[in-house]
């Protein structure tokens, strides 16, 4: 088990470009999850796949904003048109639904984005 | 509106005592909580969790409480060590998101 994955670990880019992101779930989990956080606040819901489809969004989730699970396994988050408050640690985590009554989710080391 | 809400921002703990950390919630739909650790540029790790139809839970050195009728949880640790020097987030779920607390800076002084 190597745990969920995220790439890259940090990414500088100037306002109005597009950035993507990746995470790779835990191998065996079928649900992935994508949080945003930012300084002093707990992570906040973005949107979550269960295999590949998208089953919940955040309205924080705007149009600029795209994640896509295409085979069920790895998922990419696309930013459109950065805008400085873009700026935070974005998060993925997985979990699986095999084990029914829990609901724990693991997470990776994140993507720290720094809009300029 | 927040959901899940951690009224202390710090907590500061001599080695070898007991760390209570606070969490209270206002959705009743919440049936599943669950507590993590962060430490900076890191993402945040499991702790440990309770289902709604329990009151406590116990893993090793860390107790989560459940007062459903308060909407109120807690987290135990004892004996503290410098290496639980975290912040300390609690969240909440009726089964797919997480709802977080705005965390708790623990302190553990040797």
């Known amino acids: 088990d190597t745990g969920v994955s995220q790439d890259p670990r940090h990414k500088i880019t100037k306002r109005g470009q597009n950035v993507t992101f990746r995470c790779d779930p835990i191998?065996?989990?079928?649900?992935l999850y994508w949080y945003r956080q930012t300084l002093g606040q707990g992570p906040e819901f973005l949107t979550y796949?269960?295999?590949?489809?998208?089953?919940?969004k955040s309205r924080l989730l705007s149009d600029r904003f795209s994640a896509e699970r295409p085979k069920g396994s790895f998922s990419t988050l696309e930013i459109q048109r950065t805008e400085q408050g873009d700026s935070a640690m974005y998060l993925c985590?997985?979990?699986?639904?095999?084990?029914?009554?829990?609901?724990?989710?693991?997470f990776g080391p994140g993507t720290r984005l720094t809009v300029t | 509106d927040q959901q899940v809400k951690q009224n202390s921002p710090s907590l500061s703990v001599q080695e070898g005592r007991i760390s209570i950390l606070n969490c209270d919630y206002t959705?009743?739909?919440?049936?599943?909580f669950l507590w993590y650790k962060k430490y900076p540029a890191e993402g945040p790790t499991f702790l440990i969790s309770?289902?709604?139809?329990?009151d406590k839970n116990e893993d090793g050195r860390f107790t989560v409480f459940l007062n459903k009728s308060a909407k109120h949880l807690s987290l135990h640790i004892v004996p503290s060590q410098p290496g639980d020097s975290a912040v300390y987030f609690c969240?909440?779920?009726?089964?797919?998101?997480?709802?977080f607390g705005e965390g708790t800076q623990l302190t553990v002084n040797p």
């Open positions: 191998s065996e989990h079928n649900r």
């Open positions: 959705n009743s739909m919440f049936d599943y």
């Open positions: 309770i289902s709604s139809i329990k």
């Open positions: 796949f269960q295999n590949e489809a998208q089953l919940e």
């Open positions: 985590a997985s979990s699986s639904t095999s084990l029914t009554g829990t609901y724990e989710q693991y």
């Open positions: 969240a909440a779920t009726s089964g797919s998101r997480l709802t």
